[in-house]
């Protein structure tokens, strides 16, 4: 059972940055996509960001030059460098781990919450 562990949410003013952080338990790490996904209050989730073992990332366009995916195999870890923050990124960010189509592991999710 692999197991995610997010740090880094918190409370800060719009246009500030946070960084977060998802650890895996997983040891082959280096092979898998993570992802980041956010889910605001009545929202379903939605794709965040996303990077491939190899390091090729993709964005949702809300976030495209505001936030960063990357990853550190060698600390199987993934972070989200998140920059300019709008009261609208206010949500609960979950990192995940796709092993197949049908396998994937969450972590417990990272409250973040933008003031105006």
């Known amino acids: 059972q692999v197991q995610l562990v997010e740090s880094g949410g918190g409370l800060v003013q719009a246009g500030g940055s946070l960084r977060l952080s998802c650890v895996a338990s997983e040891r082959l790490f280096s092979i898998y996509p993570m992802r980041w996904y956010r889910q605001a209050p009545g929202k379903q989730r939605e794709l965040v960001a996303g990077i491939t073992g190899a390091g090729t990332t993709n964005y949702a366009d809300s976030v495209k030059g505001r936030f960063t995916i990357s990853r550190d195999n060698g600390k199987n870890t993934v972070y989200l460098q998140m920059n300019s923050l709008k009261p609208e990124d206010t949500a609960v960010y979950y990192c995940?781990?796709?092993?197949?189509?049908?396998?994937?592991?969450w972590g417990q999710g990272t409250q973040v919450t933008v003031s105006s």
């Open positions: 995940a781990m796709v092993q197949t189509v049908l396998r994937t592991y």
